[in-house]
């Protein structure tokens, strides 16, 4: 079963940048479609990115493209979300995803704890 545990959340300013990491164990992540999702309170869970397994396609919100980057390092098992040009609407917590798709096409899904992240001045 695989397990992925976030990291790099907190309060910052707004214009200011964080670096989220979700660490991907028991399985290798290249087995697995990757995202980022986030929920504000009182709202929907909603995609902010996501990175193929093969690595070679990535997508992004509109509200986020330009500012977040979504990347991965497979030699140490982690994905990232770079954030930059942060806005008080970024405030939510921040949840990595894994989707493992099987030979008949079904799909597991497999959610991190998330990071809180906060834009305030």
């Known amino acids: 079963q695989v397990q992925l545990v976030e990291s790099g959340g907190g309060l910052v300013q707004p214009g200011g940048s964080l670096r989220l990491s979700c660490l991907v164990s028991?399985?290798?992540?290249?087995?697995?479609?990757m995202s980022w999702y986030r929920q504000a309170p009182g709202k929907e869970r909603e995609l902010v990115a996501s990175?193929?397994?093969?690595?070679?396609?990535?997508r992004y919100a509109d509200s986020v493209k330009g500012r977040f980057t979504i990347s991965r390092d497979t030699a140490k098992n982690t994905l990232y979300l770079q954030m930059n040009s942060l806005k008080h609407e970024d405030t939510a917590t921040y949840y990595c995803?894994?989707?493992?798709?099987?030979?008949?096409?079904?799909?597991?899904?497999?959610w991190g704890q998330g990071t809180q992240v906060t834009v305030s001045s």
């Open positions: 995803k894994a989707v493992y798709t099987g030979f008949a096409g079904n799909q597991y899904d497999h």
């Open positions: 028991q399985r290798k992540m290249t087995n697995y479609d």
């Open positions: 990175i193929t397994s093969s690595g070679t396609s990535t």
